[in-house]
């Protein structure tokens, strides 16, 4: 079976093995994740109690890993796919220990919606719908490892601070637009009456940049011509943030949905990518979702909705200097979209 040729276009480190756990594909996320295991090598000399695991059997769940990956501890699953084992380092695995969820999506229906992507992905003939090649330049700054940057922003108790809704727009204002421009894109961000219901709203600044910036990347990825508008909007007992644009696939798309599943069929390969992220969005308990609108040019609208009443959730002791909001905000928005420069 061919994975290249479309796996190499999945952000996630991915392994095939065979039934005994030898490598016979790694896709792109992975040389840059990690040097090594290489293709033709034993992936089980990575697990920490090779007596523990088990090949995931045919058409089951998820099996939960523990690896050592050149001298770092990961966490990863396997599940079979026609016969082989795939390995991936999903970042949603690293939110469900974050929040203590118990791996609910460790699950065989789980597994078996990843299956159903897998088909989706390497039997069509998908490209990754991006004018200026974002998403190739962005690869190696968003894959799913906890030595990522943006995820130790996550994690890092440095890193752990809190803004108003309304100071972090205006940092991104300064910092998204003028990248994005450079690059040849046309985004617009309407901050003009974001003080009047944003300004007492407070968010951790590390998750709400990372969820604004990826759903951003996602939009402008299957946008038709470049071009979105960001916006606030007050909805009374939360504050809905949301990036419209002009989709040209509404045929195979709902007029509205709870999550960007409905994206698959055109644009599986973008929807993986963006999965994690939308993934951190249930780990926060923040809704997300999209509308369409025939009426308008920009005909979609991809947003994620914050609890104005919900306490910040924080996950560090607090007991190490925090870094101020902008600096924050700068150093995400810089690590994922300074390629494009």
């Known amino acids: ?159 752990r601070n809190n803004c108003s809704l309304s100071d972090i727009y205006k940092f991104m204002y300064k910092r998204v637009i003028n990248i994005t421009h450079r690059a040849g894109y046309k985004i617009q961000m309407d901050i003009s009456n974001t003080h009047s219901f944003c300004d007492g709203v407070f968010v951790d600044t590390a998750y709400f940049t990372t969820v604004m910036s990826s759903l951003l990347l996602f939009c402008l990825s299957v946008s038709k011509n470049g071009k979105c508008i960001v916006s606030a909007e007050n909805m009374g007992l939360k504050v809905r943030n949301k990036i419209e644009f002009a989709y040209d696939e509404l045929d195979s798309i709902e007029l509205y949905g709870q999550s960007l599943e409905s994206f698959i069929e055109s644009n599986p390969i973008d929807y993986f990518n963006v999965l994690p992220y939308e993934e951190l969005c249930r780990s926060l308990r923040w809704e997300i979702g999209y509308l369409v609108n025939h009426e308008k040019e920009l005909n979609t609208t991809v947003y994620f909705d914050v609890n104005i009443d919900t306490a910040t959730i924080f996950n560090s002791p607090g007991v190490s200097k925090i870094a101020d909001a902008e600096s924050t905000v700068d150093n995400i928005i810089t690590h994922l979209f300074s390629p494009l420069l």
């Open 1 to 159: 079976m061919d994975f290249g040729r479309q796996l190499d276009k999945i952000n996630t480190p991915i392994y095939i093995c065979e039934n005994d756990w030898r490598i016979v594909y790694r896709n792109k996320a992975c040389k840059k994740y990690t040097s090594a295991p290489r293709v033709n090598s034993s992936f089980d000399r990575c697990f920490l109690d090779k007596k523990s695991v088990v090949y995931p059997e045919k058409q089951g769940g998820f099996n939960l890993l523990y690896c050592k990956v050149n001298e770092s501890f990961k966490t990863a699953i396997s599940f079979e796919y026609s016969g082989y084992a795939v390995v991936m380092f999903p970042l949603m695995l690293e939110y469900e220990f974050l929040f203590g969820d118990d791996f609910k999506f460790l699950n065989k229906d789980a597994a078996d919606c990843v299956r159903n992507l897998f088909d989706v992905i390497i039997e069509g003939d998908h490209r990754v719908r991006d004018k200026y090649g974002m998403v190739e330049k962005l690869r190696k700054y968003i894959f799913s490892s906890v030595e990522n940057y943006v995820t130790l922003s996550l994690f890092e108790n440095h890193s």
